[in-house]
């Protein structure tokens, strides 16, 4: 990863891409003063000490709780178990933070920026769950390379609104099925690869 080589060699001004980027990064400004947070006692130390961590942010007990809630729900870092000298200790990974910036950077050639947020939003608020950053790289996919629009997710979203199971599966096969009797500025259908790419997504 390009961000986490610069992040390690202390050349990745991560504060101020957070607080430029909120809205890609689809955070509030609680959560992204906690995940600034995350990252800067990250620096210091990768064992996870929730009450040190929580010292830091200028926040009260129940706004920094949510935020820190809502960013592991979000991917943005995660927490595991790890041996050391046969004591067992919980560990801090920001993996996350650095998989969602790719995915954002590589994005950069969407034509609309605005349309794709609004679409990222409106993908999330109809599968009821909080994006992973490979179901955003299949939507940076759709826009750029099939060309959907804003209107097609919703149409699409229409058709599904009376199906038991919503997901990025279902989408991208409505999708296509609205692609085969609309006429676009890019008329194919998605690739077969597209498609095993999305079936593998669990």
Do not use: H, W
Not at 98 to 121: P, Y
Not at 182 to 197: H, I, M, R, S, Y
């Amino acid at each position: 990863m390009i961000l986490k080589r610069l992040f390690e060699a202390d050349c990745f001004d991560y504060k101020k891409y957070v607080l430029d980027n909120l809205k890609y990064l689809l955070i509030d400004a609680n959560e992204a003063i906690v995940l600034i947070k995350i990252i800067e006692y990250y620096k210091e130390s990768d064992v996870f000490n929730l009450d040190k961590l929580r010292e830091t942010a200028p926040l009260s007990k129940k706004n920094f709780d949510e935020a820190l809630a809502s960013l592991l729900d979000k991917n943005f870092y995660s927490i595991y178990l790890r041996d050391k000298n046969g004591i067992s200790e919980e560990a801090i990974s920001i993996e996350g933070f650095f998989d969602r910036c790719e995915v954002l950077l590589s994005s950069t050639n969407v034509n609309d920026q605005g349309e794709f947020q609004e679409i990222l939003r409106l993908v999330s608020i109809n599968l009821n769950k909080i994006l992973t950053a490979t179901e955003i790289e299949v939507v940076k996919s759709l826009v750029n390379d099939d060309m959907y629009s804003k209107n097609d997710f919703e149409k699409a979203f229409n058709k599904l609104k009376d199906k038991n199971v919503v997901n990025i599966k279902t989408l991208v096969s409505e999708l296509e099925k609205g692609r085969k009797t609309t006429t676009k500025a890019k008329e194919k259908n998605v690739p077969q690869g597209f498609l095993d790419f999305v079936n593998n997504i669990k």
